[in-house]
């Protein structure tokens, strides 16, 4: 069973616009959650993180958002830009496990 | 600086016969971890050093696999008497400390083709 679901497989967007992508997990035991970015041919670069004590974190055009009720958080992205095409993984870990779990991806992709 | 190297980037072999995976972590980081990318799936965690702690090796698939880290800073993933299904991305990953909260830096990878 997954316990990190990205629903949509993959989300078009047009540039300037705001892409938004979602994760959903089912493990209450999960504190920390974090967004890779990966392009092809390449391992995936981290983008920004959230612990479970805060509900929003930002980083310049990104921001993350947690909604622990929910079990739920999304990465925003505004402005899109068209180098921001490409697949982006949710990933979250708890407790004393070292290894993180990943959402199987979700490709952006940014049209001029 | 240096980042996660891994080598080699692509490698082809039979049904059957014995593969060695190398990693160099980012000098400095304790923590190293192993995973793997199949076709259209997420990352699957395989296995995890922490300093001169026992690995965790609860995502290891089966027996045919194995790794080891020397020294704490290379590691070599091998897999014996691969199988087909063993075709997939093999990821390997560093951290400046283990724990749920280190960001993770990631190697390229090494794309595994079982024939």
């Known amino acids: 069973d997954q316990q990190v679901k990205q629903n949509s497989p993959s989300l078009s967007v047009q540039e300037g616009r705001i892409s938004i992508l979602n994760c959903d997990y089912t493990?209450?035991?999960?504190?920390?959650f974090l967004w890779y970015k990966k392009y092809p041919a390449e391992g995936p670069t981290f983008l920004i993180s959230i612990s479970s004590i805060k509900d929003k974190n930002e980083d310049g055009r990104f921001t993350v958002f947690l909604n622990k009720s929910a079990k739920h958080l999304s990465l925003h992205i505004v402005p899109s830009q068209p180098g921001d095409s490409a697949v982006y993984f949710c990933?979250?870990?708890?407790?004393?496990?070292?290894?993180?779990?990943f959402g199987k991806g979700t490709k952006l992709s940014v049209k001029p | 600086g240096a980042g996660v190297s891994q080598s080699p980037s692509n490698k082809v072999t039979e049904k059957g016969k014995d593969v060695e995976l190398r990693c160099d972590p980012i000098?400095?980081?304790?923590?190293l971890y192993w995973y793997r990318q199949s076709l259209g799936q997420g990352l699957e965690f395989l296995i995890y050093?922490?300093?001169?702690?026992?690995?965790?090796k609860s995502g290891l698939p089966s027996d045919r696999f194995s790794a080891e880290r020397t020294g704490g800073s290379v590691s070599t993933l091998t897999i014996q008497r691969t199988q087909q299904e063993d075709s997939a991305v093999y990821l390997c990953?560093?951290?400046?400390?283990?724990?749920?909260?280190?960001?993770?830096?990631f190697g390229p990878g090494t794309r595994l083709t079982v024939t």
């Open positions: 990953a560093s951290s400046s400390s283990g724990g749920s909260s280190y960001e993770q830096y």
């Open positions: 000098s400095g980081h304790t923590a």
């Open positions: 050093f922490q300093g001169n702690s026992a690995p965790d």
């Open positions: 990933a979250a870990s708890g407790g004393s496990q070292g290894n993180l779990i």
């Open positions: 493990n209450s035991m999960f504190d920390y």
